[in-house]
């Protein structure tokens, strides 16, 4: 089997169980009632999945979909052609390989929590030109326009990810309004934000690795943006630390499904009514594996906090306002090598409890 680099080796306490049970209560939802016509459509209904999902994002802050509309075919040929542009070799590769500037294309050094990644990247914005901050630095005002760069081969790479693009955008606002409803919030409340969207799609390669015990495709970890939609081929190895007792769960692949997740920005929205979950993809030393996350964010501007709507006296906002574009480019720029302090996280915003508690009794008095 062999030995791996020490770049990729995890510490004692978070390298994957041998075993680890599948995650059986992760909803699994149907929206085949957004998809009927008008006049078979029922409030009883569309209330149903409603209630679904937003049970779903208070419990586990993930849950899956079927009958959601995108066509299998659309998604079957964007992991065909991403299958063969992985195929190529590595200096074909590196020729669109990402730097801290250019942050999309491709990678194979991709750090979480310090500690590189067991896969390759490729990365594209769904948006282009999609507008973010020059730098993570807070002191500089400057706005850059990102490109998508693609490879040579193969030549239909570009063209079907662009229509896989542009089905998911359809499921992503779908989900959007639904996730607004069931938090009491008129269907387009979230719309806004999305104006000058940030959304990007990773398409992810996971060769067999030598010392599965040892390392992971992705570390542990919570999404930064807003809303995850991925697929995952039937080979499987996405793992959600279950929020009742810690435990790791194997999420199992369920045929034409995308698995769903709120990310640290609706928790920050929400006021933690719904939380983002952590989560880790697992590697195995058979069989290589591909996914597909579409990671729905906001414009770069967008200031983060809790809505106005969620908050109270009684419940009073839980984080500080931060920039979207700022956070994003500092969460990016931490992905390329490792850093002497803890990478950037929502719980820097946090505002501590006792504070919480003064300003609840200091508004009341």
């Given at each position: ?309 969620l908050t109270s006296e009684q419940s009073p906002p839980k984080y500080r306002a931060y920039n979207w574009g700022k956070f994003y480019r500092t969460k990016r720029h931490s992905n390329f090598k490792k850093s002497n302090v803890e990478n950037l996280q929502i719980s ?18």
């Amino acid at each position: 089997m062999g030995a791996i680099d020490q770049a990729f080796i995890l510490e004692q306490e978070h390298r994957p169980k041998p075993s680890i049970g599948y995650a059986e209560g992760i909803p699994l939802i149907d929206l085949s009632p957004l998809s009927s016509p008008d006049d078979h459509k029922t409030t009883t209904s569309i209330d149903g999945l409603v209630s679904e999902i937003g049970n779903a994002c208070k419990d586990w802050g993930f849950f899956q979909v079927i009958n959601h509309g995108v066509p299998l075919e659309k998604r079957q040929k964007v992991e065909d052609s991403g299958r063969k542009f992985f195929g190529l070799s590595l200096e074909e590769k590196r020729k669109i390989r990402k730097t801290e500037k250019q942050i999309l294309g491709y990678n194979d050094s991709e750090h979480t929590k310090n500690i590189r990644d067991w896969k390759e990247v490729f990365d594209f914005v769904a948006n282009d030109p999609t507008l973010l901050p020059v730098s993570h630095d807070p002191d500089d005002k400057e706005i850059t326009e990102l490109h998508n760069v693609w490879p040579e081969y193969p030549p239909e790479l570009k063209e079907v990810c662009e229509e896989y693009v542009e089905e998911m955008e359809k499921l992503a606002y779908k989900l959007l309004e639904l996730i607004a409803l069931s938090l009491g919030l008129p269907a387009n409340r979230f719309h806004r934000f999305y104006k000058d969207q940030t959304t990007y799609m990773r398409l992810n390669y996971y060769q067999p690795c030598p010392a599965p015990e040892l390392a992971l495709g992705v570390g542990r970890h919570k999404d930064g943006g807003a809303l995850t939609i991925l697929y995952q081929d039937h080979v499987g190895g996405l793992q959600v630390k279950r929020k009742s007792d810690g435990e790791w769960l194997t999420v199992k692949p369920t045929p034409d499904a995308f698995i769903v997740n709120v990310g640290d920005v609706f928790q920050v929205w929400t006021n933690e009514a719904y939380e983002s979950a952590e989560h880790r993809a697992a590697v195995n030393s058979e069989k290589d594996r591909f996914s597909i996350p579409f990671f729905f964010n906001p414009a770069h501007y967008t200031m983060v906090e809790p809505l106005e709507e969620l908050t109270s006296e009684q419940s009073p906002p839980k984080y500080r306002a931060y920039n979207w574009g700022k956070f994003y480019r500092t969460k990016r720029h931490s992905n390329f090598k490792k850093s002497n302090v803890e990478n950037l996280q929502i719980s820097h915003f946090r505002i501590p409890e006792l504070a919480i508690k003064l300003e609840g009794a200091l508004s009341i008095n």
